[in-house]
């Protein structure tokens, strides 16, 4: 009996290992994703001067002739501005910088994550939001 138990031991160890070693390789690549994504995020931000939420509704609330703009703006800016307006002050939000903007913004996203997706659902366009992130990330 104390084979099978030294059998299965050694077994179970094998095991172990593989599995840290398999996971290490998933997390590595998840935070690479995440760093990719991040940094181009920062980078459209800081390329194109978004450091206010004004900024973007400049981009997205001046020109109601595009319907997915206008789209973005009643069911993402609105909400991300209404957000910004009650978590923060005037003064905090006029003396933003963009790496305090991406973080506020983040923390915006994600407070209001389900009226923005219940207001996309309204208006039949789920894949706003998907587009709005891509906006950031492709430029």
């Known amino acids: 009996m104390e084979t099978n138990y ?3 031991g050694v077994i179970g160890i094998v095991i172990i290992f593989l599995v ?11 935070l690479i994703i995440i760093a990719i994504a991040g940094l181009s995020v920062a980078g459209y931000i800081y ?3 978004m450091n206010s939420i004004d900024d973007l509704h400049k981009k997205y609330c001046e020109d109601f002739s595009n319907k997915k703009d206008s789209l973005k703006c009643v ?3 609105q909400p ?8 923060l002050s005037e003064e905090e939000r006029e003396n933003m910088t963009n790496v ?3 973080k506020e913004l983040s923390i915006s ?3 209001k994550r389900t009226i923005i997706k219940q207001k996309l659902k309204e208006n039949n366009a789920l894949n706003l939001l998907d587009e709005f992130k891509r906006d ?3 430029r």
Request: glycine fraction near 0%.
């Open 109 to 111: 996203m994600v407070n």
């Open 100 to 102: 305090i903007f991406i």
């Open 75 to 77: 069911c993402i800016i």
């Open 6 to 8: 030294i059998i299965a």
């Open 47 to 49: 390329y194109f001067n």
């Open 20 to 30: 840290i070693k398999f996971a290490k390789k998933i997390f590595t690549a998840l």
């Open 80 to 87: 991300l501005e209404k957000d910004f307006i009650e978590r």
């Open 136 to 138: 950031f990330l492709k």
